[in-house]
């Protein structure tokens, strides 16, 4: 069974998720996910996703999710955070770097959804997570982090965070959608997922957009966003300070050569 909770999302650029929990009621999330939670809120440290369906399968079953949950990146364990009072408890998680959080009920789509392996932020508690390897061993070499994608199943809630702005796009039967292989955030279970050949040598060699890019044939739902963390942390690490600490001036007209003429 799979708990219903009720929640509201604050801020804008680095937003949280606060989630309203009744006397009894759970919610699981990543590690270190936690930003405050009341004083009846029991945190508790679980083996694998705390879902009914590895939960039936007794140590083995455990296992098998925590290894799912590996093979994605992820941590052996999850947290998960019960109302032990007798009203209503808050608990609040804040996602790990500028975006947005998307809630998304699975009761709507069919109860699965396909995302990104750091995607999630939080669910309700009875939320299977597991693991949707693509069929083509093209997309297995080329995919990046397209390759080893979430599956999330149940009825309930889940909270996914991703990069700048999210676009979600409704793919019609047949209709092609393709993006670069690091921007999908999550897609409903109907949607394939390929990856193509940028095509050409001057586009390979001096695009500056990869080498490949995915392809999504639709019916179906895709949520994309514009900023992966890849892109972010790449940016940070190419405009950070080097040797001594001097910064580049990227304001200069000089640029680099500027540096030439310093004391």
């Not at 586009?203 to 019916?219: C, K």
Request: with cysteine; glycine share 16%.
């Amino acid at each position: 069974m799979v708990h219903e909770i009720d929640y509201e999302i604050h801020g804008n650029e680095m937003q949280f998720v606060e989630i309203e929990l009744d006397p009894r009621e759970t919610v699981v999330a990543e590690a270190g996910a936690m930003l405050m939670m009341d004083n009846s809120i029991v945190m508790e440290t679980i083996f694998g996703d705390g879902s009914e369906k590895s939960e039936s399968g007794g140590l083995w079953g455990k296992l098998g999710a925590a290894a799912k949950r590996t093979i994605t990146g992820e941590s052996l364990f999850m947290t998960a955070f019960t109302n032990s009072g007798n009203g209503k408890e808050k608990v609040s998680f804040s996602a790990p770097y500028p975006g947005k959080i998307i809630p998304m009920d699975l009761r709507n789509m069919g109860g699965t959804l396909i995302c990104q392996k750091d995607a999630l932020l939080c669910c309700a508690k009875g939320i299977s997570i597991g693991i949707a390897l693509t069929k083509k061993l093209g997309t297995g070499f080329f995919g990046g982090e397209g390759f080893i994608l979430q599956k999330l199943e149940g009825d309930g809630l889940a909270f996914v965070h991703a990069g700048g702005t999210i676009i979600k796009k409704t793919l019609a039967p047949g209709q092609i959608l393709k993006i670069d292989t690091g921007c999908l955030v999550a897609m409903t279970q109907n949607i394939k997922y390929d990856i193509q050949f940028v095509g050409g040598f001057k586009n390979a060699v001096f695009g500056g957009e990869g080498l490949f890019f995915a392809t999504l044939t639709g019916p179906g739902d895709v949520w994309i966003q514009s900023l992966p963390f890849s892109k972010l942390a790449s940016k940070v690490y190419a405009s950070a300070p080097r040797g001594g600490g001097k910064s580049t001036d990227q304001g200069s007209i000089l640029g680099g050569l500027g540096s030439l003429f310093e004391k």
